[in-house]
């Protein structure tokens, strides 16, 4: 039990680093993307990262109560996408 | 090996699976030159990267205590949405012209989404090439 408890925290650790990596690259892209399409792109991918890293918080402390702000962050991440690429498409989001 | 010590590696195993393709599809946004191929990286992110961390979730719950499938709604939300979201994003891509000109279509003369009614041809506005 103590090796695979040690196997899992080196992964948790390297799974944090992966993950703040990415978001961090992902902002990269947000900053120096040449067209509107790759700063939504950025946008979303960074969403998607945040989601993963309240997944790898809710596992660290092992608990459930992260499930749902978890999912609200899913939900709002892909209503703000839909929106702010409707947005540049039509000039308006609800028309 | 019992159930908790394999359950244990387990969850190290998809941490790092979900991570790494997290930082695969990452590095994949940032090093391509074209935004159609940019398009194409992160969905590695959206589908194997989550759906590791949140199976990874799920066995940890099992192991520790109470298990609990409720970060199965969290994996359906993000694969139906993610389709929709990258469709946006091409016609964003493909309206803007930031990529190249869509290759002709094989039946119609035009691709749907650049086609615009005939009562509204005037009211068009020519599409701004980016700088």
């Known amino acids: ?95 | 090996m019992s159930f908790e010590i394999i359950g244990t590696y387990l969850v190290g195993i998809c941490l790092l699976i979900g991570a790494g393709f997290a930082l695969v599809g990452t590095i994949g946004l940032l090093k391509f030159n074209d935004s159609m191929t940019r398009l194409h990286a992160p969905t590695k992110v959206g589908t194997i990267g989550i759906g590791a961390l949140l199976l990874a979730s799920m066995i940890h719950s099992y192991v520790v205590g109470e298990g609990s499938l409720h970060e199965l709604l969290i994996m359906a939300f993000l694969f139906v949405t993610a389709p929709i979201s990258a469709n946006f994003i091409a016609k964003v891509n493909i309206h803007k012209q930031s990529c190249d000109t869509p290759p002709p279509p094989p039946r119609d003369d035009t691709w749907s989404t650049l086609n615009v009614p005939e009562a509204d041809r005037e009211l068009a506005v020519e599409p701004t090439p980016q700088p």
């Open chain 1, 1 to 95: 039990m103590n090796a695979a408890t040690d196997f899992m925290d080196i992964a948790f650790k390297l799974a944090f680093i992966g993950i703040v990596m990415a978001q961090i690259m992902s902002m990269i892209r947000l900053v120096i993307g040449p067209s509107v399409g790759d700063r939504i792109l950025a946008l979303d991918t960074m969403v998607v990262n945040a989601i993963g890293l309240v997944v790898l918080l809710g596992i660290a402390q092992g608990t459930q109560i992260y499930f749902e702000a978890t999912l609200i962050v899913a939900m709002l991440g892909f209503v703000s996408t839909v929106a702010y690429a409707r947005f540049v498409l039509r000039g308006d989001i609800i028309e």
